[in-house]
């Protein structure tokens, strides 16, 4: 009995044996065959895991017959799902390819700030996104505002021109903010008189994206991009209602609350963002002068989209009204004397938007736009109080071909400024109109090569015509590498509107005699390489650009006989230059960014050559973040800043900020905390903001914080 018991234990071993089969699969990239060592693959049924050897390789025993399934991922790739019926035909090593998933994603991101919208991968401009989820990160640390998401991207500084109301400019590699043209979806805005506060009274719940070019632009859209340009995309409607609130609090007494709804209903569509910022003066430094001033502010903006068969439309109005008091603490308290610095503005703005199609690849677009911006600035003895409306008007013609895409149109810019009051040093009121005509082509001219021109005629009825060339071109060494060469001609019309003027709210400058001045005029060129690969399991992307601007008859504010001030254009010219690193590093779950900027900004005036003021020649940006999707977020980054000259002769100091960053998220809520700058650096920790008496102060520079820590937290909720 036992030999025949024993005999049926080897047979169902031997039959169960015979189930038994073995699984070899070889992990490659779909596009270049190569072998992607550390590719995870996931047997499901047996919840096991394992990496691909350094020869792509992987192989799992004992699988039972049937059908079996295997998950297969990689860093920058997509997932990848098989099924599999067991025992296999074939039993030697299965090829699996993956799709590379950032390629893939980049497709889908398509820019218009070049006005040819196309993908970012096929442009020869270089143009950096924040979009997504980089941006909902970047909006958690100051949502009521773009001016830290600004801030936090390389080659880029939000610049302070006031201690105690917190008015701030964008500065792109080192040049002054009235070189940098801002955008709402290709609408020029913002611009002279109203380009005070401007980045301070834009929040971010309803954008889409933000898209940067660094160096000329003015053959896009006209004179001020000359640094470069920042185009901010809002989001449109779609057939998924989004409807979405945040509200947050700050340790510095601030409060924004936001709101955004967006659908789709057959041929219509709308959009409607509406937003309440306030703060509360705040003094960390208990030096008696406010760091934030008390603010408050509303913003409404609806926008109404019609769809046709040929024909679309879209119609927005925008209304901003806000109320900033900086200055004594004492004063803001208690109303008892002391200096102080009051913005009260109302901004009103309306645009509107048709595109016919003419035919398939051949579309006609009109553009229009009016801003109305009334600002009063008041400071102990003198008050600044002008209206300035601006219109943009533009109708262009595109079309899209199988190898080349073109645009032509034309345009009219309308700026005048009227001062309500009557200075001692007369009035600064000016009207401008320029005309402008413009053709731009992009070309593939192979698979490897996309070259992209244009020329612009500006015509400015007070300065005549420029005419502003502009070329780049766009090479794919390979898969992984691919290089970006452009340059062109910039221009900027005076105006008394700079960061000089505003730091001493335009007090005793005198008009501009137009008769005395010349456009601005300035060249740029740019180089970069991009670099995207991976190291086992590990996604690496680097990028790195080479820079360069020279920018003649640069306008310059100087002290007259009398005590006052007027501006002149200087006998010489400026220029900067210097290069741009970014490195992104992703592992899992942990993203990695590394940002350094170098820029070398000198003034070249007569025989002198001078470091350009608050112009840090070496910055690092480090951010890290963990991210479970749809789970948790957390982030840490470090920002340094190397000394800067002043205007008074001397350097500030170098300095470090850290911040911290943590957001739990659920399906319809997320829940986030944000440590802004929690180690508390503040330049009044370490130098002066003023000199005097604090009653009647004369503001220094300021190169560095001087709000300091402060903790922000909030909640999203998306219905």
Not at 27 to 53: N, P, R, V, Y
Request: glycine share 10%; with cysteine.
């Amino acid at each position: 009995m036992k030999y025949l018991l024993t005999g049926m234990a080897v047979c169902c071993l031997v039959l169960t044996a015979s189930a038994q089969h073995i699984f070899k699969a070889r992990i490659i990239d779909s596009e270049t065959k190569e072998a992607l060592a550390g590719a995870t693959i996931e047997w499901m049924q047996k919840k096991q895991s394992k990496l691909a050897d350094q020869n792509g390789q992987v192989q799992f025993g004992q699988v039972s017959a049937g059908i079996q399934q295997f998950t297969i991922s990689f860093t920058g790739y997509q997932e990848k799902l098989l099924n599999l019926t067991f025992p296999l035909s074939d039993t030697g090593f299965i090829d699996i390819e993956l799709e590379p998933e950032e390629e893939e994603m980049e497709e889908e991101v398509v820019v218009t700030a070049t006005r040819i919208s196309r993908t970012i991968s096929a442009i020869p401009t270089r143009v950096e996104v924040i979009s997504g989820e980089e941006l909902g990160e970047k909006a958690n640390m100051k949502p009521g505002d773009i001016r830290m998401l600004l801030t936090e991207s390389t080659g880029i500084q939000t610049q302070q021109t006031s201690a105690t109301s917190y008015n701030a400019s964008i500065r792109i590699q080192g040049l002054d903010g009235r070189y940098t043209q801002l955008l709402r979806d290709g609408y020029p805005m913002y611009a002279g008189f109203a380009g005070g506060l401007s980045i301070l009274q834009i929040a971010p719940l309803d954008l889409k994206q933000v898209e940067v070019i660094k160096g000329s632009a003015s053959t896009l859209y006209g004179g001020g991009a000359i640094a470069g340009l920042v185009n901010l995309v809002s989001k449109t409607p779609t057939d998924k209602r989004e409807l979405s609130f945040l509200a947050n609090g700050t340790s510095a007494g601030g409060l924004d609350l936001s709101g955004f709804y967006s659908e789709r209903y057959g041929k219509t569509g709308l959009t409607v963002f509406a937003s309440r910022n306030s703060g509360r003066a705040y003094d960390p430094a208990d030096i008696g002068l406010t760091a934030i001033p008390e603010f408050e502010r509303y913003t409404l903006n609806p926008r109404l989209f019609l769809y046709g068969k040929k024909t679309t439309a879209d119609i927005g109005l925008t209304y901003i009204t806000e109320n900033r008091l900086g200055g004594s603490m004492s004063y803001i308290k208690d109303n008892s004397p002391g200096f102080y610095e009051r913005n009260n503005t109302d901004r009103f703005i309306t645009q509107l938007g048709i595109a016919h199609k003419i035919k398939d690849g051949l579309t006609l677009q009109f553009k229009n736009s009016f801003s109305y911006f009334d600002r009063a600035i008041a400071v102990p003895g003198y008050a600044f109080d002008a209206v300035q409306q601006s219109s943009f008007s533009e109708l262009t013609l595109t079309k899209k071909g199988a190898k080349a895409d073109w645009v032509a149109g034309l345009n009219l810019l309308t700026e005048d400024l009227n001062e309500k009051s009557n200075p001692a040093e007369g009035k600064r009121n000016y009207h401008y109109n320029t005309v402008g005509l413009f053709i731009q082509n992009a070309w593939n001219i192979s698979d490897q090569l996309i070259l992209e021109s244009g020329l612009r005629a500006d015509y400015v009825n007070e300065f005549g015509l420029e005419l502003l060339p502009r070329v780049s071109a766009m090479y794919r060494i390979n898969p992984k590498l691919t290089t970006r060469l452009g340059g062109g001609f910039g221009y900027k019309t005076p105006s008394i509107f700079t960061e000089e003027a505003e730091r001493i709210q335009f007090q005793r400058i005198l008009p501009l005699n137009t008769a005395l001045f010349r456009n601005e005029r300035s060249i740029g060129v740019n180089w970069d390489l991009n670099y995207t690969t991976s190291i086992g399991a590990l996604g690496v992307t680097l990028n790195h650009l080479f820079f360069y601007t020279r920018l003649r008859d640069p306008l310059v504010l100087v002290p007259t006989a009398n005590a006052g001030f007027e501006f002149d254009q200087a006998n010489g010219h400026l220029d900067t230059r210097g290069t741009e690193t970014n490195l992104r590093l992703v592992y899992g779950d942990f993203k990695l960014f590394v940002g350094y900027t170098y820029t070398d900004a000198n003034t070249h005036y007569g025989q002198d050559k001078n470091w350009m003021p608050l112009t840090a020649r070496h910055r690092i940006n480090n951010v890290l973040m963990y991210e479970v999707e749809e789970k948790w977020k957390i982030g840490l980054e470090a920002y340094h800043f190397s000394k800067q000259y002043l205007n008074d002769g001397n350097y500030g100091k170098p300095y470090w900020m850290l911040g911290f960053m943590v957001e739990k998220v659920w399906e319809k809520l997320s829940v986030y905390i944000n440590f802004e700058n929690f180690t508390d650096t503040r330049q009044t920790k370490f130098d002066t903001i003023f000199t005097g008496n604090i009653n009647q102060p004369n503001f220094r520079d300021i190169y560095a914080p001087v709000d300091g820590f402060a903790l922000n937290g909030g909640i999203k909720l998306r219905l």
